[in-house]
């Protein structure tokens, strides 16, 4: 069986058309880290527009979506899930240890 070569790229979101190229990479199958920055200099707006635009698209072809720091988002094709932290609700699950006081002799 011939599998196409998948590509993970790194693009930047300089302006609102690039929406398109991101939506046409994803189709293609290749795993995207994005750069907002560069547009969210020049426009929050045009930003949170652009990410909704995109969350919608991802979602809609069944692929995945999520923020990788404060200045990236990674998208993944369809067959491809970004992991995720459990919830905190889920972390408290594992009873913490309490830690023994130490008192250092000559100390009360």
């Known amino acids: 069986m011939a599998h196409s070569t998948l590509y993970v790229k790194a693009l930047p979101l300089q302006e609102l058309d690039d929406v398109e190229v991101i939506k046409t990479e994803i ?3 290749n ?7 560069p547009l969210a200099r020049k426009s929050v707006d045009e930003t ?10 991802v979602k ?5 979506i999520a923020r990788l720091g404060e200045e990236r988002i990674v998208i993944t094709p369809p067959g491809v899930k970004i992991w995720r932290r459990e919830t ?3 972390e408290t699950a594992i009873p913490a240890v309490p830690l023994q006081k130490e008192t250092l002799p000559g100390t009360s």
């Open 27 to 29: 189709r293609t199958g």
């Open 88 to 90: 905190a609700g889920s």
């Open 60 to 64: 809609s072809i069944g692929g995945d």
């Open 48 to 57: 949170k527009l652009a990410i909704t635009e995109l969350t919608d698209h």
């Open 31 to 37: 795993i995207l880290i994005v750069r907002i920055t």
